[in-house]
């Protein structure tokens, strides 16, 4: 509700810098790894004297996402980060995609737990846990960008592998299981199907992710927090299909 009370007492408020968007918390591994080691160095801190070759590959994955986004990891990239031959990483993986799915696949495991662990069934009421979904969301967007590029942005085909299709829709039955939560709260009368709650409800939060949570330079400025945007956002979604104001 910050949001919506700033910007009825706001309606002319400017738009700060990105310095003050800068939000604290935990850094993410993903960012971290970049930070300390970065591409070039991952090979000389480890060598190829580590005895999981598919774990250094997925972690110089990330790393090169981090660095140069989804676009710019190519297998040749990730062998030479992870100080082996450019032959080697095709035993564990097929190609470029296959490297790609593996992070996704483990990205949306990751945010499916966070979700599930901010949602802590339901409590202390359906609609507090809901904005603690949202914000979880973010975070993730926030501090785990190697692995929400890998999902989001890298133009992966979900539908091509199993596992990863079926890591996806865990995730998305995380915020449908809020969203079903909250719905059974509503009016009855006029209230859409829970499926396209749960696609308005996601749309927001992925949009407010990706334009103004984002933990890169492209993050576009606002007046307030994504967190208190979401939240007012779907305040004003849930009041509209007749949600208590109270």
Partial sequence: MRAIRFLASNPDAGLPGRESM???GRRSCSILRVNRLGTQDLALRRGY???NLKEALIEAALALIAEKGAGGLTFADAARAAGVSPAAPYRHFRDREALLAEVAQRGF???EEALTKAWN???PEPTQALHR???AYLSFAREEPAYYAAMFESG????ADPALRAAAEA?????RKAVEAVG????AEGRPPVLMMTLHIWSQAHGIASLFGRADQARRPIPMSPEDLLEAAVLIYLRGLGASKG
């Fill in 184 to 187: 059974a709260t509503l009016p």
């Fill in 156 to 159: 992966v085909n979900i539908g």
């Fill in 133 to 135: 979904v949202g914000k």
């Fill in 22 to 24: 800068a939000m604290p």
């Fill in 121 to 123: 069934d339901a409590r």
């Fill in 49 to 51: 004297h580590h005895g």
């Fill in 171 to 175: 995730a998305f039955s995380a915020v």
């Fill in 109 to 111: 495991r990751e945010l």
